[in-house]
């Protein structure tokens, strides 16, 4: 990273980047709001000094950069609301492990960035603080539902952020405000102190500008964790060589049956521009075939949702955030669910306790069970033939916002090329592959095999070698 490089040398001091990432968010983010709460200017200008102070020997690889979080990961002392009003005024009293991890590299958190309540979106409009805006458009959705850290990225406010993905919900914002995100494999990082929606699918990734940053991002929070048991046993590092290797002799994976009907004409272009790109920088292709996405979808909305139910069970009043005062137990539990969640939360609740319950459990939740190891088993045939698969992360550029609000279905939608990934476990990056003829950022999405972390960051170093789109600032926001 080059901002890290240059605190290093010391061209740069700690509380000089500070009040610069400080002073650019009182600027831009009236605008966007990508920020639900900034910690206090004096305290993080303290903990700069305390780092500048330190000798050098001593930084960690991110020492002196600054960096948010996606307002569901626990930060000793800092609010946690989940973009829910539920958990209006609770503080956690403990760090998440990624979190912990990127303190003890040096980063200096910033704060918290907005979200779709408990992460359940694809347009951070459901959040109960209200919408973040994309940068290279503000009447338009940043994606989510990590919309507030991907934007955060986008507008230049910070250089990494960490975002956590369940059907797509880092890829996607990344390729909707134009960085790159990261859904690593299911379990490389540790997801102790992130609050659940679906535990398992629930994976924490970085923003950055380029994959580059993201890898090293990655570096820090990424290994096993005695508090997470379906955190993977093995350490991972940034292997520098793997990184730089570039694509001659990898065969890309194209799933042609995927790119019909409901993808944009000009994400198909691009899509098809990108292939010819990494193509004529040494890499194979090959044709393979993947089950239609609507399988994914639907396994996806009953998984998702049934994991939901359960674990927002804890969210009733009585030990965290909101309590409505009522007559007896029952009314409060009620009063306070009621008013402390949004609509899309009580649906997928709703939903979920349908497909656990007595009658409907084999019918819904087992049946797509089973449709989630028939997608496991189709992406193990795929990977027979190529190395990594390649396809566009988002079917469309960024829409307006309340485009799609009131459809709920239209909205599950915008995630057709990304669910399939979380219910097989698979690593993933999104990219920014050029530009739409109104301005609006493209998006390739590279799949990798469980655990081949490396190889998808791999081809997408690669492939910003050869490009520059990630190197474009939103109009205003350079």
Not at 102 to 119: H, P, Q, S, V, Y
Not at 246 to 264: F, I, K, Q
Request: charged fraction near 20%.
């Amino acid at each position: 990273m080059e901002l890290a490089a240059r605190l290093r040398a010391g061209s740069v001091r700690p509380t000089e980047v500070v009040e610069a990432a400080l002073d650019s968010i009182a600027a831009r983010d009236g605008d966007v709001h990508a920020f639900l709460h900034l910690r206090d200017r004096t305290e993080l200008l303290a903990e700069a000094r305390r780092l500048e102070d330190a000798p050098r020997s001593e930084w960690g690889p991110l020492a002196g950069v600054p960096a948010a979080l996606k307002d569901n990961m626990c930060m000793e002392g800092s609010p946690c609301t989940c973009g829910s009003r539920i958990l209006e005024g609770y503080r956690p009293p403990y760090n998440a492990t990624a979190v912990r991890k990127l303190r003890a590299a040096g980063a200096i958190i910033l704060g918290k960035t907005n979200l779709d309540e408990f992460a359940m979106g694809s347009s951070t409009e459901n959040s109960a603080y209200g919408p973040t805006r994309n940068p290279w458009d503000l009447g338009r959705v940043p994606g989510g539902s990590s919309g507030g850290s991907a934007a955060a990225v986008a507008a230049d406010m910070v250089p990494i952020a960490l975002g956590s993905d369940t059907g797509g919900s880092v890829r996607q914002p990344a390729a909707l405000c134009g960085v790159a995100g990261l859904k690593p494999s299911y379990g490389r990082v540790s997801r102790y102190g992130l609050v659940a929606f679906a535990s398992s699918l629930d994976q924490i990734g970085p923003f950055a500008r380029s994959v580059e940053d993201a890898a090293l991002a990655l570096s820090v929070i990424a290994g096993p964790d005695p508090l997470d048991s379906t955190c993977s046993p093995g350490e991972w590092r940034l292997d520098r060589a793997e990184l730089d290797a570039g694509v001659r002799g990898l065969t890309l994976g194209v799933p042609e049956s995927l790119l019909g009907e409901g993808l944009d004409p000009e994400m198909k272009a691009a899509f098809h521009a990108s292939l010819e790109t990494l193509t004529g920088a040494g890499a194979a292709r090959a044709t393979v075939e993947l089950m239609d996405p609507s399988y994914a979808l639907s396994a996806y909305y009953i998984v998702a949702p049934a994991e939901a139910s359960s674990n927002l069970a804890r969210f009733d009043g009585v030990r965290y955030g909101l309590r409505e005062p009522s007559a007896d137990l029952l009314g409060m539990y009620l009063s306070t669910r009621r008013s402390g969640f949004g609509p899309e939360v009580r649906r997928r609740i709703m939903i979920g306790t349908y497909a656990l319950s007595a009658g409907y459990y084999d019918a819904y939740y087992l049946k797509a069970q089973q449709v989630r190891t028939l997608i496991r088993r189709d992406f193990e045939r795929a990977f027979e033939q190529c190395d990594v698969v390649v396809l566009p992360t988002s079917p469309t550029p960024a829409f307006a916002l309340g485009e799609k609000i009131t459809d709920p279905l239209s909205m599950y939608l915008n995630d057709v090329y990304t669910l399939a990934v979380n219910l097989a476990g698979l690593p993933a990056l999104s990219v920014p592959n050029g530009f739409s003829r109104a301005g609006l950022p493209l998006s390739l999405q590279i799949l990798g095999k469980p655990g081949a972390d490396g190889e998808v960051l791999r081809v997408g170093h690669a492939f910003q070698k050869l490009t520059d789109h990630h190197r474009r600032r939103p109009e205003g926001m350079a």
